[in-house]
């Protein structure tokens, strides 16, 4: 059974940084693409972040190129979203989502091509 934890989400300042956990439960991270997306209220979920086991790429959205950063630890199998120069806009629930990583086109992809689902975490970014 595929489980994914999220946690580390937190109210922040505009400026500030925040490390989100994705700790991930029957799959295996090299085969695996591993997905953060975000929905904030009103709006539709979007994807933030990717990390491809297959060839260990990154992959970001340009909204926050250069802010974040994707990482993994494969012993804990947990997957990390380092977030810096946090904006309010950022302010979502994050998500973290799994899929085999052949199943995910280019790039993040999208919510559709993900099969597993945390709870999410809420990330608030105060002014």
């Known amino acids: 059974e595929v489980q994914l934890v999220e946690s580390g989400g937190a109210l922040v300042q505009a400026g500030g940084s925040l490390r989100l956990s994705c700790a991930a439960s029957?799959?295996?991270?090299?085969?695996?693409?591993i997905g953060w997306f975000r929905q904030a209220p009103g709006k539709e979920r979007e994807g933030v972040s990717c990390?491809?086991?297959?060839?260990?790429?990154?992959h970001y959205a340009d909204s926050v190129k250069g802010r974040f950063t994707i990482s993994t630890d494969n012993v804990k199998n947990t997957v990390y979203l380092l977030m810096n120069s946090l904006k309010p806009e950022d302010t979502a629930v994050y998500y973290c989502a799994a899929a085999l990583d052949g199943l995910v086109p280019r790039g993040v992809g999208a919510p559709a091509d993900y099969d597993y689902w945390g709870q999410g975490t809420q990330v608030t970014v105060s002014l």
């Open positions: 990390f491809r086991g297959t060839d260990g790429s990154s």
């Open positions: 029957g799959v295996t991270l090299d085969d695996y693409a």
